[in-house]
């Protein structure tokens, strides 16, 4: 059985345990992934920073190749490029590449011819050729010559950002080449270039603190792996993201070319310090949610501990208390206010109610067994007047077998003196002879008369024991318990003639006297021994035993005289061990009130005694055990010997 406390606990702790699995479902599906979206848009802006760095560079070359454009050197330039030598050495040396990071400086004129062009390697500081840039002349449709001037406003019309070249990406601007009032019309071109390579990413790197990496996508530089990746870019979802297993974020995003097709695949590695930050916190919060809800729980066990559970723990225990002792003059005496203080008291009271519905319970029961203990008196004078009424006509026919009449006519005779003298040797030889026989007779009838009246003494006891209990006194007496049992064996064996052995243990004479009613004891031992010859009866035992014995148990409060009366008869089922005491139960196949070892119980329970049965099972006998006080602590035996009588 589950006490209180338990159940409690179990209640809290499910309340704790779904708090907690409420709390982690938050932290985990809502709190969680707020921080893994936080750290994606981080992704997004680290990985816009990058392009941005890529567009800024761009939009640098823009500025620079729009001053080389937009110049009236140059403007002269292009007209006469056989007389610019001047331009060339002031303008188009090597320190010119390496000292604006320029790869690459291509003057066109407007019918789409190289005036000037070089492509340095400024890592090997060496030319080169890129096919993409022909030596002579740029083919109509090239993408950087072939836009269309708008004469009204020719500095609007320009080209800058990303052209593919056989060397890898460059970043390139192209200007129409006017005066330096930005006025036409424009004679041709400039282009300036910066190939994109690790190098100069390496510099957006240092710039934006942002690790990317730049891949092409149509060249065999894609590693196989990213493949797939630029196919699931598109326009409305310009991110991808994966997680990398060394607890980094990768985005990927692609870069366009001056056309506007996607050329490039940016690769950037993020950190992933916002989700881990996001793990330590939700951690955090969670440890913290279940230290203090822990808290909370204990604070509100112990709270409900001393102001619920221990008081109805203390009243639970003090009402099993009760009903293991039976003693209903136990009393809670609680002080509080509350609902627990009322029951308390309440329950005071209907233990004193029950206290009081039960003496008078026990006096109604009590009462109500006279007619029975007087049909047993009955009974027992019938079982008295049995042997009584034997022995008397056992008497008369001893007297009866007395001559008395020839003993009578022979003494006239010898008084006449009229006989001879033959006759009167014969009558007096007769007189002998029958003065033997009733010396003898009278000797046996003293001895019938001595146990008649003995019987008769016996009879007019128990009718006078009746008589005082008829008129409500009950009177305590000093008594051999052995003379009781043996009395109570007398009274009932009458009914078992020859059937059931009774063995008297020498702890009866040793426990010595018993105070108590004489006539009520008498009867309890009785209907114990009858108990016991009854189930002797019904196992149709060969041989019947009872064994009656005696001791004195001491204990704490009291000695007590422990009386058993031991059968080797039927025995008693375990369930019925506590029930035979109960009014109406029977073990008995045939008709019984079963109100004798309920009334027995009861007498007991008013003499302060109880009784108790143990049984090893059905044919194995059984053992009624009575307890009763060694001394009286009601009633003070009067100095005569008498008694006191209890009302």
Same mark, same amino acid.
């Given at each position: 059985m589950k006490s209180l406390m338990s159940k409690v606990l179990i209640v809290l702790m499910s309340v704790f345990v779904l708090y907690t699995a409420a709390e982690y479902a938050i932290q985990r599906f809502i709190i969680f992934p707020s921080f893994i979206s936080l750290e994606q848009d981080e992704g997004r802006k680290d990985t816009m920073r990058a392009v941005q760095a890529i567009n800024r560079?761009?939009?640098?070359? &823009?500025?620079?190749?729009?001053d080389w454009a937009a110049w009236d050197d140059s403007y002269e330039f292009v007209q006469a490029p056989s007389k610019g030598k001047a331009y060339i050495e002031a303008n188009l040396m090597l320190t010119t590449f390496t000292g604006s990071n320029l790869n690459l400086i291509y003057i066109v004129n407007s019918g789409g011819k190289v005036v000037w062009g070089q492509i340095h390697d400024l890592e090997a500081e060496k030319m080169i050729r890129i096919p993409e840039f022909p030596n002579d002349a740029f083919p109509k449709a090239h993408p950087l010559t072939s836009y269309i001037i708008n004469e009204e406003s020719p500095e609007k019309k320009r080209v800058a950002g990303v052209f593919m070249t056989g060397k890898g990406p460059m970043l390139v601007s192209a200007h129409p080449i006017l005066n330096s009032a930005y006025q036409g019309p424009s004679r041709g071109t400039i282009i300036l270039g910066r190939l994109l390579n690790e190098k100069l990413v390496n510099t957006f790197i240092e710039q934006?603190?942002?690790?990317f990496q730049v891949f092409p996508i149509h060249?065999? +530089?894609l590693p196989e792996d990213l493949w797939d990746i630029p196919g699931r870019i598109t326009r409305e979802s310009p991110f991808l993201m994966n997680e990398s297993g060394d607890g980094n974020l990768i985005v990927y995003t692609t870069f366009p070319d001056i056309q506007g097709n996607a050329v490039l695949l940016l690769k950037t590695k993020i950190p992933r310090k916002i989700s881990e930050r996001g793990v330590v916190t939700t951690r955090v919060a969670l440890i913290s949610i279940i230290a203090s809800g822990g808290g909370i729980i204990l604070v509100i066990l112990l709270l409900l501990r001393r102001i619920v559970l221990k008081p109805l723990s203390d009243l639970t225990d003090h009402t099993l208390s009760i009903a293991e002792s039976g003693d209903l003059s136990a009393r809670t005496a609680a002080s509080r206010s509350d609902e627990i +203080?009322?029951?308390?008291?309440?329950? &005071?009271?209907? $233990?004193?109610?029950?206290?009081?519905?039960?003496?008078? $319970?026990?006096e109604q029961s009590y009462y109500s067994g006279k007619a029975e203990m007087a049909s047993g008196i009955l009974h027992n004078v019938r079982n008295s007047m049995s042997p009584l009424l034997g022995q008397l006509h056992q008497l008369d026919s001893t007297l009866r077998k007395i001559p008395f009449s020839q003993l009578e006519m022979a003494h006239n005779e010898l008084d006449e003196g009229t006989a001879s003298e033959q006759r009167r040797q014969d009558l007096i030889k007769f007189v002998l002879l029958s003065?033997?026989?009733?010396?003898?007779?009278?000797?046996?009838?003293?001895?019938? $008369? +001595?146990k008649i009246a003995e019987r008769i003494g016996h009879v007019e006891q128990i009718l &006078? &024991?009746?008589?005082?209990?008829?008129? +409500?006194?009950?009177?305590e007496e000093t008594i051999p318990l052995e003379e009781l049992v043996r009395d109570a064996v007398l009274l009932m064996e009458e009914e078992f003639p020859g059937a059931i052995?009774?063995?008297?243990d020498p702890g009866l004479a040793e426990v010595g006297a018993v105070i108590v009613h004489r006539l009520s004891f008498l009867q309890v031992l009785g209907n114990l021994w009858r108990n016991a010859a009854e189930a002797i009866q019904r196992k149709r035992a060969p041989k019947g035993e009872i064994h009656i014995q005696a001791s004195i148990e001491n204990t704490d409060s009291q000695a007590l005289i422990h009386v058993q009366v031991r059968d080797n008869g039927v025995g008693i089922e375990a369930d019925n061990l506590r029930r035979i005491f109960e009014q109406g139960f029977s073990t008995k196949k045939e008709n019984a009130s079963g109100i004798g070892l309920h009334w027995c119980a009861n007498t007991l329970s008013v003499m302060r005694g109880r009784i108790y049965a143990e049984s090893d099972g059905p044919d194995k006998g059984a053992c009624l055990h009575l307890m009763i006080p060694a001394h009286s602590d009601r009633n003070q035996i009067g100095s005569d010997g008498a008694g006191t009588s209890i009302p």
């Open positions: 560079e761009a939009h640098h070359l &823009d500025s620079l190749c729009n934006t603190n942002v690790k060249t065999t +530089g +203080g009322v029951l308390s008291r309440e329950f &005071d009271k209907m $233990l004193a109610r029950l206290a009081d519905a039960q003496k008078k $319970l026990m003065n033997k026989s009733l010396i003898s007779s009278a000797n046996d009838s003293q001895v019938t $008369l +001595g &006078d &024991d009746h008589q005082q209990w008829g008129h +409500g006194k009950l009177v052995s009774t063995h008297f």
